[in-house]
């Protein structure tokens, strides 16, 4: 099993970036596929993006297409998400999870997670 440690959320205005990191540690991290996930108040938690076990294949919610971009780094055991033109509807508790082998688009796929960094979004 691996433990997820998510970094670098924050405040930011509109417009702005922010990069999250996941670093990952107790596993073997190039045999997980990686994904994004976040929850605003009141609503229940969405796909963000995902990346295979390689990088090589990754995928995105249509509200992110474009704005954000997952990356890994299999050497440094951390998988990152590139937040670009931030709006406030992305304001949420954004988490990291590892799936066992695959590329998943929904949490129930997913075998560990991390404890959550808050992205605060201001108009």
């Known amino acids: 099993q691996v433990q997820l440690v998510e970094s670098g959320g924050g405040l930011v205005q509109a417009g702005g970036s922010l990069r999250l990191s996941c670093a990952a540690s107790g596993g073997t991290f190039s045999l997980y596929a990686m994904g994004w996930f976040r929850q605003a108040p009141g609503k229940e938690r969405e796909f963000v993006s995902t990346?295979?076990?390689?990088?090589?294949?990754?995928y995105y919610a249509d509200s992110v297409k474009g704005r954000f971009t997952i990356s890994r780094d299999n050497a440094k055991n951390t998988v990152y998400l590139q937040m670009n033109s931030l709006k406030p509807e992305d304001t949420a508790v954004y988490y990291c999870?590892?799936?066992?082998?695959?590329?998943?688009?929904?949490?129930?796929?997913?075998?560990?997670w991390g404890q959550g960094t808050q992205v605060t979004v201001s108009s």
């Open positions: 999870a590892a799936n066992w082998l695959n590329t998943a688009t929904t949490s129930g796929e997913y075998d560990q």
């Open positions: 990346i295979s076990r390689n990088g090589g294949s990754t």
